[in-house]
């Protein structure tokens, strides 16, 4: 438990938390965590739906009310939509998106996942994506790496990984600029 604790604080952390122990309790994690993902999916899709969860112009009542059509139309159930109406009725239906990282966190943690974010130049082959997850699961210490790859050219070539709270910036352009840095503070 205490483990758990560090992984999230705050108001959005204790929501989560209760989430994740409910969840845990009744052996439905793995549906909440894909209920709540599909959640942020629509959160990522809608403009017109983040603006409504951040308005403090509607009541709770218009807000569960409209999230309870949202949520049957999405095919989320159980335990997230309660959880979702019961935040919406608490108007704290704001920071439901730092709720939903929260309880990703524990929910991760609770599998022994670290997730991962790197930026590379250009595709990479699987081999390579396998190399890396390795030897990132070597770093991180856990049994397993989600690797989620951007591919953003501007950085030249070289890697920047997050890792956590960790990253790591080996991009070209990011070396580049060093000298550039370095040659003005000697000129």
């Not at 403009?47 to 999405?74: C, I, N, Y």
Request: hydrophobic fraction near 45%.
């Amino acid at each position: 438990m205490a483990k758990e604790e560090t992984l999230v604080s705050g108001m959005s952390g204790r929501y989560a938390q209760a989430l994740f122990e409910l969840a845990k309790e009744s052996k439905t994690t793995d549906q909440v965590a894909a209920d709540l993902a599909s959640f942020r999916a629509l959160l990522a899709e809608s403009s017109d739906l983040v603006r409504f969860v951040k308005s403090p112009v509607f009541t709770a009542e218009e807000q569960v009310a409209a999230l309870g059509a949202v949520l049957t139309k999405a095919g989320i159930a159980g335990h997230a939509a309660k959880f979702l109406k019961l935040v919406a009725t608490k108007r704290r239906l704001f920071a439901i998106e730092d709720m939903i990282a929260g309880y990703e966190r524990l929910y991760d943690a609770s599998r022994g996942v670290s997730r991962a974010e790197v930026t590379v130049a250009e595709p990479l082959k699987d081999s390579h994506v396998e190399t890396l997850k390795s030897a990132l699961v070597a770093v991180a210490g856990s049994q397993s790496v989600e690797v989620a790859i951007k591919v953003d050219p501007s950085i030249l070539g070289g890697l920047i990984v997050k890792l956590g709270s960790r990253m790591v910036d080996s991009s070209l352009k990011t070396k580049l600029n060093l000298i550039r840095t370095r040659m003005k503070e000697v000129g």
